[in-house]
């Protein structure tokens, strides 16, 4: 056999050619289908949607009785309210709440009477001490992105959302091939010039904890012929092999010719002490490592390219859990009597590290998946002001966290879908997104707190979006508005229109059940500019002041019969498949503040919103317009003149 020397390839440019040469020969992922109880681990290959609402029905949130709010109207403590037997209903936490009832009016704050009937002294809000349908996870809406890890309260919410079983990227497989001469299998009493094979134990042990799957063969001995067909038959089961010894040059040293006679050797050689006789080469599409036989050689090879491979197969990076402080968004108000633990989003705005607190119901299963790292609130403590820096204990490392795109505002499924698409453009890369409204978003853009903010601002004196508010808020600049979609916004009602909904002012009759979106937000001032339009009286609408947080969240609640009408985008409307009276075509736009916009994530982001990609994902969507997304639109007068 031939004598060949090794080249000397820096470590840095051997790992980005090897990797582009896989890619050039098609190395990629396979998927397989699994159920959502066995998924723990596993990396979801797409984007996971919610089959069904959690809560699936109306359920108590409190021990007490429902009630039909109306039915407590004007209760005081000096004058209490007498409801009679037959008008409630007795309910435990969990129970369903019965047709037409509205409230639930805890236990300690009834006052039970001989003849059955109950004393009330506060009158009862409707939907007080009520979890809707969809608190916690709407049908519909994204509960993993795609290349995710699926963790335990993951799996929780998807089988919340009716998922049972899930697509994710099949574990690799990866062969180990010990040889030589000398090589044993491990034994108590080995002979003279024995060496026990532990390598193979040692590789082994790294791939389960990265999450792949070892395949270790029997040891083979220094002889070309057996050593190329041991390689063939790995090469054909495997999608990764690694030949452990024989990856120098010397006389018994076949590895390289090996490789070479089934595929292709790549690099010889690398400029890395130990490890330098590394050999990286692919048998039919697929890396094939020679791995020098000392152990520390061997580690150190692995971990330089056989870890990169495994993140390359999985679309993933390797995460760390550190502790360290951040700036609350919003306040945080806690109970004296406890230690609690307040589950937050987080990413670097400039070098401010921003936490979001999510929603603290016990029954709220999805704040665990989306969480970041949990704020510990001692007890004794009534909580933190809004950019208090405080101590967070991790979930995600702060890589991921200097690479989110964290964006505050108002309320659109296609901010998942950005990320999503962003994610899948760059798996480094993440989106934070926070559904506060509009008006929330620019005060977030002012304090510094978001790199980008949804807004849908009409100004009912022009007839214009954003525009005029941008001008308020931002007299001397500092922050670009950024053309997005337009979008279709009108009034959500339950299929066939069965109550005869035809104009926003039918919902004003008398029993129709509107919900609203809350304060603040684009839809909400749409919706108050209606009234006023339409001279109605807020409050003479039932259920005007029901306020939920996103537009598929307002669906819900009409798909499931709890609410007749509620204003929100078309988008949401088709995806409960409910009718829909457009009302208008609104502009929805980004607000980016001018330090963070030439940063390589918002330039990402935007080319994400030039792309055929997103596009497509609108059009299945439906109810978008796409005019020119990602330009600049000048709200600034000397701009615009």
Excluded at 19 to 28: A, E, P, V
Excluded at 241 to 263: H, M, P, Q, T, W
Excluded at 454 to 478: A, V
Aim: charged share 20%; hydrophobic share 40%; proline share 6%.
């Amino acid at each position: 056999m031939g004598f060949e020397y090794l080249t000397n390839t820096p470590l840095d440019t051997a790992k980005e050619a090897y990797l582009k040469d896989l890619t050039d020969l098609g190395f990629d992922s396979t998927e397989e289908t699994v159920p959502v109880s066995e998924s723990c681990g596993r990396i979801t290959s797409e984007a996971v949607y919610a089959h069904g609402c959690a809560p699936h029905y109306a359920a108590s949130a409190m021990d007490g009785i429902a009630v039909y709010a109306s039915d407590t109207f004007g209760a005081t403590d000096t004058t209490p309210v007498r409801i009679a037997a037959g008008r409630f209903a007795v309910v435990d936490t969990g129970d369903q709440i019965p047709d037409g009832m509205d409230a639930v009016i805890m236990v300690e704050e009834i006052l039970l009477q001989d003849d059955g009937s109950v004393m009330i002294y506060s009158a009862a809000a409707p939907w007080q001490h009520i979890r809707q349908i969809g608190e916690d996870i709407c049908a519909g809406e994204m509960i993993l992105p795609s290349y995710t890890k699926i963790t335990p309260s993951a799996i929780g919410a998807m089988i919340a959302g009716g998922i049972l079983a899930v697509r994710v990227i099949k574990l690799p497989l990866i062969g180990i091939i010990p040889t030589g001469d000398e090589i044993v299998s491990p034994c108590a009493d080995p002979k003279p010039g024995e060496i026990l094979e532990f390598n193979g134990s040692i590789f082994s042990a790294m791939i389960h904890e990265w999450g792949a799957i070892p395949k270790l063969y029997p040891i083979v001995p220094d002889r070309f012929e057996l050593i190329r067909d041991a390689l063939r038959h790995a090469a054909e089961e495997c999608d990764i092999v690694l030949l452990n010894a024989g990856s120098s040059a010397g006389r018994e040293d076949y590895s390289a010719e090996a490789i070479r006679s089934l595929g292709k050797v790549f690099f010889h050689g690398i400029a890395m002490k130990p490890g330098k006789p590394a050999i990286l080469g692919a048998i039919y599409g697929k890396p094939v490592l020679g791995i020098p036989g000392y152990p520390v050689s061997g580690i150190l090879v692995i971990e330089e390219f056989l870890h990169p491979l495994i993140n390359r197969w999985f679309h993933t990076k390797p995460s760390s859990c550190p502790v360290t402080s951040a700036f609350l968004t919003r306040p945080v108000v806690s109970g004296l009597k406890y230690e609690e633990f307040v589950r937050v989003r987080m990413g670097y705005v400039g070098e401010k590290l921003m936490a979001s607190p999510l929603n603290r119901g016990s029954g709220v299963v999805s704040s665990f998946m989306k969480a970041d790292g949990i704020l510990r609130i001692p007890q004794g403590t009534e909580g933190y002001e809004a950019g208090t820096q405080v101590s967070i204990q991790l979930l995600s490392p702060i890589e991921k966290l200097k690479n989110t795109l964290v964006v505050i505002g108002s309320h659109d499924p296609l901010l998942d879908e950005i990320g999503d698409l962003l994610h899948r453009t760059d798996p480094g890369l993440f989106m934070s997104s926070s559904h506060v409204g509009s008006m929330g978003g620019i005060m977030a853009i002012r304090r510094g707190e978001a790199h980008a903010a949804g807004c849908h601002l009409l100004d009912t004196e022009t007839g214009r979006y954003n525009i005029s508010f941008l001008r308020k808020y931002f007299p001397h600049g500092g922050v670009k508005l950024i053309r997005c979609v337009g979008r279709n916004q009108g009034l959500m009602i339950a299929k066939g229109n069965p109550l005869n909904i035809r104009s926003f002012k039918d919902v004003a009759r008398t029993g129709i059940r509107y919900v609203n979106r809350q304060k603040g937000s684009g839809t909400r001032i749409l919706a108050d500019y209606l009234c006023k339009e339409n001279h109605i009286v807020p409050e003479k609408i039932y259920g005007y002041d029901r306020e939920e947080l996103t537009h598929t969240s307002v669906a819900a609640q009409i798909a499931s019969g709890s609410a007749d009408a509620g204003m929100g985008i078309y988008s949401a409307a088709k995806l409960y498949d409910l009718d829909f009276l457009p009302v208008c075509i609104e502009e929805y736009d980004l607000l980016i503040p001018d330090h963070a916009f030439e940063t390589p994530m918002v330039q990402k982001m935007l080319s994400v919103l030039k792309s055929d990609a997103f596009r497509e994902k609108l059009t299945q969507m439906g109810g978008y317009t796409l005019d020119r997304p990602g330009e600049i639109i000048p709200y600034l007068e000397d701009e615009i003149l």
